[in-house]
């Protein structure tokens, strides 16, 4: 199957991930021929109903049906309930469920197993109806008995994974703990004892006070007049856990960083909070009063039960007091510190500090598979990062990195080589001190050491029609191999026609992604020679279908210069 595809349908068939994303690489299937077949199921007709499904639609749209369901109903078809509830869109019975649930565990994965991730990512919505469920709890407390709403496998929209981390801590307090003052003061305690374990006499009681205490203070008042009324009802001794996958904020930064830190201070106290096991930190300006937010932030997390960060793009002077922070943090199995401007080159005082910080915090991470370091200055570096690592990588994106010869020499050669599934070499030739002949020869060791790799990107280094020759010879070498990826190269139309066979020989690869250059020539000449390049690439992909499916990406870059009759 041949699709010629601009850069919106690359997006859409995404052959490279990112650090924080869950990929299985054994079952991975990258041919378009199930994303169509995907289509194809949406637009399909509609099965019949069922007698069961047809009766689940009538309860959810009488809420006291709903209510006697859940004394009447057996339990094993409460999750049948909540799933028709849930794709009807009626967002009442979905408030009483929550609120009513009488098993100790809703998990909405379970409930909607074929459900797309972006079911919360509209907000006021389902998002809205569960959250009202939580808060009418007290309504009727004998009859909730869960004790963990389970979100995981759905993407949070940044107001309802708000909502969740600054609410539910204060809705789920007595009324006689909701002080503002008392508070703001137990804020400040949680965040020194935490600072003095971690930086020693670095930081003071009286200099986390000074940072905490009145912005904590001022949303504890703001909270508390908002919330006088609503509270969530969690019996004695009892704990209500959100578990949620992924939450992260770009704006009021300085006070969601706070609602995190108030989390964490908390949980003692609350009996909700929000579990997440991913997390980011992406920050919207780079004031210098925002450096140490993020600190206060990654403060109030759970370091036992967080399994990947991200903190791209973050400022080296906010990186810097994030670090001592992050050694606790020893479950962590992804992480995303690309953009960060780090510069650990060179033998100054300074950039050493950093290395050795660096050093010893990757020596921390003992679960660590996942790791994204595109864009630093690491020139000479990368052994030392990825020796300190105490597990091997299956992901590696060194990207647009400042590297050299010894680095790219360093890769086929390295403890983690054997575990390579996913690895990310763009913007290196050109761009860094990497010529393209040392390039190539570490592709051409990786070839013979790297065994198990599944997806490689090779975007943006200037690749030509010669290295293109040595490419026929080295992708046949990797025996795992399902994704090539060389688009923003300079290979011409035979070059890629002579790869795409070349690719389509191979038993494992799937996907094959690459650019056409921009031609000069009259209009009607440009078209022609795009249907007659489409159709040969259409020929070989169909030549040797009888092996597999092979999808092909073409992204058109740049404009093609028409020339303009006179």
Request: charged fraction near 25%; glycine fraction near 4%; charge should be neutral.
């Amino acid at each position: 199957m041949f699709n010629f595809s601009m850069a919106s349908r690359f997006q859409m068939l995404k052959p490279c991930y990112l650090a924080l994303d869950q990929v299985n690489y054994s079952n991975l299937d990258l041919t378009l021929l199930n994303l169509e077949v995907t289509e194809e199921k949406k637009h399909e007709a509609p099965k019949p109903l069922t007698l069961l499904r047809l009766a689940a639609k009538v309860v959810v749209k009488h809420e006291d049906l709903v209510v006697d369901s859940i004394d009447y109903v057996p339990s094993h078809l409460l999750n049948f309930l909540m799933k028709v509830a849930i794709e009807s869109s009626a967002l009442g019975a979905v408030t009483i469920y929550v609120s009513e649930w009488p098993l100790e565990v809703m998990n909405l994965r379970a409930i909607c197993p074929g459900t797309e991730r972006t079911l919360f990512s509209r907000t006021m919505e389902v998002d809205m109806a569960m959250f009202i469920g939580l808060m009418r709890r007290e309504e009727v407390p004998k009859r909730c008995k869960m004790q963990c709403l389970d979100l995981q496998g759905f993407e949070i929209n940044e107001i309802f994974g708000r909502v969740l981390v600054g609410a539910t801590p204060m809705l789920s307090l007595k009324k006689c703990h909701r002080n503002a003052a008392n508070l703001s003061k137990r804020i400040a305690k949680y965040t020194s004892t935490k600072l003095h374990s971690i930086c020693g006499d670095a930081f003071s009681t009286s200099a986390a006070g000074r940072l905490i205490v009145p912005e904590s203070r001022t949303i504890f008042e703001k909270k508390i007049e908002q919330y006088e009324n609503s509270c969530i009802y969690v019996p004695r001794g009892k704990k209500l856990i959100i578990k949620v996958d992924h939450l992260d904020f770009t704006r009021d930064y300085n006070k969601i960083c706070i609602d995190y830190l108030i989390t964490g201070a908390l949980r003692p106290l609350t009996p909700c909070y929000v579990q997440a096991t991913q997390f980011g930190a992406l920050m919207g300006s780079q004031n210098q009063e925002n450096i140490m937010y993020p600190m206060f932030g990654l403060l109030g997390l759970d370091s036992e039960t967080l399994c990947g960060l991200n903190l791209s793009s973050m400022p080296t002077t906010a990186l810097q007091f994030v670090i001592p922070v992050l050694y606790s943090f020893t479950n962590l199995k992804a992480f995303d510190m690309g953009l960060c401007n780090i510069d650990i080159t060179g033998i100054t005082r300074t950039r050493s500090a950093h290395r050795s910080q660096l050093v010893g915090l990757f020596s921390h991470f003992n679960l660590l598979t996942r790791l994204d370091v595109r864009k630093n200055e690491l020139t000479g570096k990368v052994e030392e990062l990825l020796e300190a690592l105490p597990n091997r990588l299956e992901f590696l994106n060194v990207s647009g990195s400042l590297l050299n010869s010894a680095d790219l020499q360093y890769l086929p050669k390295s403890k983690h080589v054997e575990s390579f599934r996913e690895l990310r070499l763009g913007a290196l030739v050109g761009h860094c001190d990497v010529s393209s002949s040392t390039f190539m020869t570490c592709l051409d060791e990786l070839s013979t050491s790297a065994k198990n790799l599944t997806i490689l990107e090779l975007q943006n280094n200037e690749l030509e029609d010669s290295q293109e020759r040595e490419l026929e010879v080295l992708v046949p070498r990797f025996p795992e191999l399902k994704s090539l990826d060389t688009i923003y190269n300079f290979m011409s139309e035979d070059a890629l026609l002579k790869l795409l066979e070349t690719c389509a020989k191979c038993a494992s690869i799937q996907c094959l992604s690459f650019n056409i250059l921009p031609v000069f020539a009259s209009e009607t000449s440009v078209a022609q020679r795009r249907i007659n390049f489409t159709q040969k690439c259409d020929d070989i992909v169909a030549r040797y279908r009888h092996r597999r499916e092979l999808s092909v990406v073409i992204v058109a870059i740049g404009i093609d210069l028409i020339e303009v009759p006179r």
